[in-house]
């Protein structure tokens, strides 16, 4: 499947808890997103709006914390800014923040 194939395999070869997380209003490209996730072998949790996904992200942060959050811009109510502030601000400094990539 290429070569971001061979990169994914090894990125989860090397972290059996890897988790992503898709945070996406619009469903057509929430799921065009997951199923390029999904080509490369990476299974991505969603959700809709950015309060969601700073729940998620908050309360995984001690169990299964997200490795990977890609962050939709323009959310609905609570911007992906927003969101992501929220996030960095609620982390847990003892723990791994995700990585998170605006798209």
């Given at each position: 499947k290429?070569?971001f194939?061979?990169?994914?395999?090894?990125?989860?070869?090397t972290?059996?808890?890897?988790?992503?997380?898709?945070?996406?209003?619009?469903?057509?490209?929430?799921?065009?997103?997951?199923?390029?996730?999904?080509?490369?072998?990476?299974a991505?949790?969603?959700?809709?709006?950015g309060?969601?996904?700073?729940?998620?992200?908050?309360?995984?942060?001690h169990t299964?914390?997200?490795?990977?959050?890609f962050?939709?811009?323009?959310l609905?109510?609570?911007?992906?800014?927003?969101?992501?502030?929220?996030?960095?601000?609620?982390f847990?400094s003892?723990?791994?923040?995700?990585?998170?990539?605006?798209?």
């Amino acid at each position: 499947k290429g070569p971001f194939a061979l990169c994914t395999q090894r990125l989860m070869a090397t972290n059996n808890s890897f988790r992503c997380l898709v945070v996406e209003d619009v469903a057509i490209n929430q799921e065009v997103l997951t199923r390029i996730l999904t080509y490369l072998g990476i299974a991505a949790e969603t959700v809709r709006t950015g309060e969601a996904a700073v729940e998620a992200v908050l309360a995984s942060a001690h169990t299964r914390p997200f490795t990977v959050v890609f962050m939709d811009v323009r959310l609905p109510k609570m911007s992906g800014d927003q969101a992501v502030n929220e996030i960095l601000k609620g982390f847990p400094s003892s723990c791994a923040r995700p990585k998170i990539i605006a798209c």
